[in-house]
């Protein structure tokens, strides 16, 4: 329910500044906002200036800091350049903010919010935080009239549901203000990262073609901003229209405030600024050299195997661009190195957050939509009371399985998981339970608190085997039955979170109870069903068996429908289309379209993707599967070699123009159609595969339409050098169909 009437605002007005933040503001605004001058009034424009000084620095869950937050930066030198005040605005929304703040998040958002309040008021001993219940573009019209404003300032958001409600919120308040959004959140912005798949010798959807695009395009990490040195912050009271205090909000509801089933968390977390600060200060002078030995360590956390950094960084208490700045450019650690240095796993987490914000730009319906779509066909999910059933077990931390329970347990009471148990709890899930990736999405929402919609999409997603990087989880590590028991030698976990168990023996008998006997057993107080539940599943195989003879099915279907294509061309018609396969017949490895923006010159091509390796043996073990696969791959010979004839002769041709520009001393670089390397005839964009199967000549040599041209080139001293240009091509091509990059000194032997 809103709180009183919202304000009336006067026609906006163009500022005018020109200091570095300012200028950032401009560059990042929405362009939907339209300014009005009438040339001839500019007494009534002084008046209205004159009017309208103040600024908004407008609050969301992501940004709940006042160290380097380029919005309250820029708000409070464009209240201080007018000679205004400045409208520090958090806006509640139920309908909208409700769906996306869910659990456990809400707890700490509550919390977060109570301390972002007192810092602004021991900063600047003015106001805090102004509470508007109600649509964001009532806020925004309401706090804008507040304190005179024309524009008012945020944190960018990059889920697409939150994105698009700050345009739909923009073009509605036009009229009163202008909403500037900056970035913040994330190191780079995604829209800017294109991997280039002629460059990469990794998988597409691996984390290191990411790392170095990002590098490469995404801009140089500016140092962090210290927060404003004085600002003069105004409460915003009920006369015009917000909540004369937090509570008013109704953020938690009544019946959670009876239960209290927050108090662990609140107990567990110092949900502040100042607990961000201490967290990352203690985790860089304690625990950063320890991290890269003891990261996967589910039994000691803080401060030596994980930073417990990652509600900070969901709620914004932290910027990233802090930890980035500290680690590459200070020394760290006992014996002085370089902070990036001395954890590359650590170094690699700030980027696989910005890897998941990446996937879910290019990918809007990652939170629900399998990546690999040919996935969404799977038919092995339990539905019904049988799916229920085995959710509510998982979900309660009671099927049985120690390592599984200990994290689940662990789960409820604090709000959060060590990464290692994450990946555990959602192998068991959706591999051995068989339920749906989407219902463990939807509980780790719900009740972690640094539930985050990127980074938790893409995590079930590879743990559902259709994100673009499934996890090798048979290896052992990540197994339900005790083989993680690297994670937890000792079982010191398990027994803090099932304390049930914690009289049995250290070590297996606590990961594995129901091996122990009767009277160990009797000697710890243990009985299997009644003080501590039987394993839900004892054939673990058997329900592994399933997993991989769904996912099979689907392959299968895949390469005979490539080989139903194959069989209907002719041998002259290589440029039969194909995009719908979503598996390569050479290699056994998945495609996915790449989305327009993802790559270099490759939007719509089918791309490779990690694979693991037991799907493709299975694959090729398959009855009828080789036979399909062989007929599929002979056509896709064919189109190979005239692709390959075509590059080549393209480069040929290439050379000869930028030496006859040379001569006339032009300029101009010729273009070359360098998808014509990648996207295929039959519509498949091969590189950079991995090892394929079984290699055809047309893979280890070019053409003999090549083959001929470069024979004539020899024959002329004068064309050596285009004989080393097309036979860097023909290494390229072929390197990239490898999954290689060609070495270093591949010229070596050209003029031989």
Avoid at 60 to 65: P, V
């Amino acid at each position: 329910m809103r709180l009183g009437a919202r304000a009336s605002s006067a026609t906006p007005i163009a500022a005018r500044a020109s200091s570095p933040a300012t200028r950032a503001a401009r560059r990042f605004a929405p362009r939907a906002r339209a300014t009005r001058d009438v040339e001839g009034d500019t007494n009534r424009q002084r008046d209205a200036d004159d009017a309208r000084r103040g600024a908004v620095a407008w609050f969301r869950d992501h940004d709940l800091r006042v160290s380097d937050n380029a919005a309250l930066l820029a708000a409070v030198e464009t209240a201080r350049r007018r000679g205004g005040e400045t409208a520090c605005v958090f806006a509640w929304d139920e309908t909208r903010d409700g769906e996306t703040t869910r659990g456990a998040r809400r707890a700490w958002l509550v919390e977060a919010l109570d301390a972002l309040d007192r810092e602004l008021r021991r900063r600047y001993g003015g106001g805090g935080l102004s509470y508007y219940r109600g649509t964001h573009a009532e806020a925004m019209r309401a706090a804008c009239g507040g304190v005179g404003a024309t524009r008012a300032f945020a944190s960018r958001r990059y889920e697409p549901t939150a994105d698009a409600d700050d345009e739909e919120t923009a073009a509605s308040v036009r009229d009163a203000c202008e909403i500037v959004r900056l970035p913040g959140y994330l190191l780079f912005e995604p829209e800017k990262i294109q991997i280039d798949l002629r460059r990469e010798k990794y998988f597409f959807g691996t984390l290191m073609p990411f790392v170095h695009a990002a590098e490469k395009l995404g801009g140089k990490v500016g140092a962090p901003r210290a927060a404003p040195a004085s600002a003069r912050v105004v409460d915003l009271g009920p006369e015009h229209g917000f909540a004369a205090s937090l509570e008013e909000l109704g953020i938690v509801s009544d019946v959670d405030k009876r239960l209290d089933w927050a108090a662990g968390i609140r107990a567990e977390w110092t949900m502040s600024e100042s607990g961000a600060a201490s967290t990352w200060e203690h985790f860089a002078s304690v625990g950063l050299e320890k991290f890269e030995d003891d990261h996967g360590r589910a039994d000691i956390v803080a401060p030596a195997a994980v930073s417990t950094l990652s509600p900070y960084l969901r709620h914004g208490q932290i910027s990233p661009r802090q930890i980035y700045h500290e680690l590459a450019t200070k020394k760290m650690g006992s014996d002085g190195v370089e902070g990036k240095k001395l954890s590359r796993v650590f170094w690699h987490r700030l980027y696989r957050r910005e890897f998941a914000y990446w996937q879910l730009h290019n990918w809007p319906e990652l939170p629900s939509k399998s990546v690999r779509g040919h996935y969404e066909n799977r038919k092995a999910w339990l539905e019904g009371d049988e799916a229920a059933v085995a959710l509510h077990r998982w979900q309660t931390g009671t099927t049985g399985f120690p390592t599984v329970d200990a994290g689940m347990r662990r789960l409820w009471a604090t709000g959060w998981m060590h990464q290692s148990e994450r990946m555990i709890a959602a192998t068991f899930l959706v591999d051995y339970c068989g339920v749906h990736w989407t219902h463990g999405a939807d509980w780790f929402l719900d009740t972690l608190v640094d539930a985050d919609l990127a980074i938790n999409s893409m995590m079930w997603q590879n743990a559902g085997k259709s994100g673009l990087d499934q996890w090798d989880v048979f290896a052992g590590s990540l197994t339900p039955d005790g083989s993680s028991r690297a994670h937890d030698p000792e079982g010191e976990s398990i027994a803090r979170w099932i304390p049930e168990l914690a009289a049995l023996p250290k070590g297996h008998l606590r990961h594995r109870p129901w091996e122990a006997s009767a009277k160990q057993l009797d000697a710890a107080g243990v009985e299997l069903g009644s003080t501590y539940p039987t394993r839900m599943i004892t054939d673990l195989e058997g329900a592994r068996r399933r997993m991989l003879d769904d996912v099979n099915a689907l392959r299968v279907d895949e390469i005979n429908k490539a080989a139903t294509r194959a069989n209907a061309a002719s041998a002259a018609d290589v440029d039969a289309r194909s995009s719908d396969v979503f598996v390569d017949v050479r290699s056994a490895n998945d495609f996915v379209v790449a989305p327009p923006g993802a790559t270099k010159d490759h939007a719509g091509a089918l791309v490779p993707v990690s694979t693991r390796k037991e799907f493709k043996t299975e694959l090729k073990s398959t009855k009828g599967a080789q036979a399909a696969m062989q007929s599929a791959y002979a056509w896709a010979d064919r189109a190979l070699a005239v692709a390959e004839t075509a590059a080549s002769a393209d480069a040929a041709k290439a050379k000869a123009q930028k030496r006859a520009q040379r001569a006339h001393g032009h300029s101009h670089a010729a273009s070359t159609d360098a998808s014509r390397v990648h996207a295929h005839g039959h519509g498949h964009s091969h590189a950079p595969s991995r090892a394929p199967a079984r290699r055809s000549s047309a893979w280890q040599r070019p053409s003999r339409a090549s083959a001929r041209a470069l024979s004539d080139a020899r024959a002329s001293r004068a064309d050596r050098r285009v004989v080393k240009s097309l036979r860097r091509e023909a290494r390229e091509i072929n390197a990239a169909h490898a999954g290689r990059r060609p070495a270093a000194d591949d010229d070596d032997d050209d003029d031989a």
